[in-house]
């Protein structure tokens, strides 16, 4: 009897353990995101080998199986194996699915499964600060200097900021989902912060994550992040009178245009090119293209990953126009030209049922603030990748699925306000 009293405590500790390695390599993740691929890789590579162990020893599949996108997800993964089948290049697509589509999902179950304290929440928050200075510093240097300290990135076309990203449009949608983060703490007072002097970092970050993003230039950028903002406007301020929710939005309006007449003639002129240019125009050849290819592989698509050795095939000016890149520039495009329309349905039934379920909870959810939080990254985050190509980036693409595992989890990790009420 001691002997299996022994056994179960040191498999426990065991268990313990694979938890631990499991948390504390999501957070070295989540700060070396925005400019190590390497650690994003090292970091994710060992947290699912603690968390797949952990589940392995423990027997405990249950929770995965009755998680709300179990089956969304399933269905996912489906249309991306089939689409390996009937590839124009399956090994191609094989490796992707491996190393891209089924380590997001993974990744996705991990954070659920991993986040289930109010003080890890808190910890994230401060890990998000933390890079976030970290980014914006390295941004702001870059501008000034020419390069920036953490990658030696140069200024991208001589004019926007990129910082660690390779692009200023990545730099962009990074920031879209982290505001959002820095904006409820601000607005969540003592329960989040505890110090006067905290609150004065959180606006300073918030400060100068705004600076960075408009130096980016990333117009798709500026409508998710709006929209992203509204979103938690409307969450946390729903009871207000409809005429004092136009007066906001009035005084933000006029806020963006005096801020535009007080800005370098660089950014006059982004903005000019915003109101009177076809903001689309810089997509069409790139957007026809990949409508010709969904054309000719409507149901399954041409093959995971192999939407870039299409390019070439389909690609009329490819010769004579060298800039229109080898990308869709909207991920829901490349997607449908990948793993077929159905696949791209398969993705959408993931996002839909995602928002009907958080926002269903988010009235009712003891951390409703942080949960309006992910949601309103992840909406500006989704409305960039209508215009650029976040889901096919390494960074990016664990980032969204990193936010959205945090998402379920925060729903997850208290009963809620009523369930709470009546115990």
């Not at 990135?153 to 962009?172: E, G, H, I, Q």
């Not at 957007?287 to 093959?303: E, N, S, T």
């Not at 449908?336 to 993931?350: K, P, Q, T, Y």
């Not at 379920?408 to 369930?419: E, G, H, L, W, Y």
Request: hydrophobic share 50%; glycine share 4%; with cysteine.
């Amino acid at each position: 009897m001691t002997e299996k009293v022994l056994v179960t405590t040191q498999k426990q500790r065991f268990v313990l353990l694979l938890e631990k390695i499991s948390e504390y390599s999501l957070y070295v993740l989540l700060f070396c995101l925005p400019f190590s691929k390497a650690m994003i890789e090292i970091c994710l590579i060992t947290a699912m080998i603690a968390w797949i162990l952990k589940k392995v020893i423990s027997c405990s599949y249950r929770d995965i199986t009755s998680d709300i996108l179990f089956y969304p997800l399933l269905f996912y993964v489906a249309c991306n194996i089939f689409s390996v089948i009937i590839s124009v290049d399956p090994a191609l697509s094989l490796y992707a699915l491996v190393s891209k589509t089924l380590e997001y999902v993974v990744l996705y179950f991990l954070v659920v499964d991993t986040i289930k304290q109010e003080k890890q929440l808190k910890r994230l928050l401060l890990i998000i600060g933390a890079a976030v200075f970290l980014v914006t510093i390295d941004g702001i240097v870059q501008y000034i200097t020419g390069n920036d300290f953490l990658r030696s990135y140069s200024v991208y076309d001589d004019v926007k900021m990129r910082a660690c990203f390779t692009n200023p449009n990545n730099l962009a949608g990074w920031l879209i989902v982290m505001i959002p983060f820095l904006v409820i703490s601000l607005i969540a007072g003592k329960e989040l912060i505890y110090f006067q002097f905290q609150k004065y970092c959180v606006v300073l970050l918030l400060a100068l994550s705004f600076i960075c993003l408009l130096y980016s230039y990333s117009r798709s950028a500026f409508l998710g992040v709006v929209c992203g903002i509204v979103f938690i406007w409307h969450s946390i301020m729903r009871t207000m009178p409809m005429w004092q929710h136009i007066l906001v939005y009035c005084l933000v309006l006029l806020i963006f245009i005096g801020v535009l007449f007080v800005a370098p003639q660089t950014i006059k002129d982004k903005a000019h090119s915003i109101i009177g240019q076809n903001i689309f125009i810089n997509r069409t050849f790139v957007w026809k293209r990949a409508l010709q290819i969904i054309r000719d592989f409507y149901y399954v698509g041409c093959g995971l990953n192999t939407y870039s050795m299409m390019t070439r095939k389909y690609d009329v000016f490819y010769r004579e126009n060298y800039n229109i890149g080898v990308y869709a520039h909207n991920c829901y495009l490349q997607m449908a030209a990948e793993i077929g329309v159905i696949g791209l349905i398969s993705f959408l039934i993931i996002i839909f049922r995602f928002f009907w379920y958080a926002c269903l909870k988010i009235k009712q959810n003891k951390n409703a603030l942080f949960l309006t939080g992910t949601i309103g990254g992840l909406i500006g985050y989704l409305i960039q990748s209508f215009f650029d190509t976040h889901l096919y980036s390494l960074q990016l693409a664990t980032l969204f699925w990193f936010i959205m595992g945090l998402a379920v989890a925060c729903i997850q990790i208290a009963p809620s306000k009523q369930t709470a009420t009546v115990e």
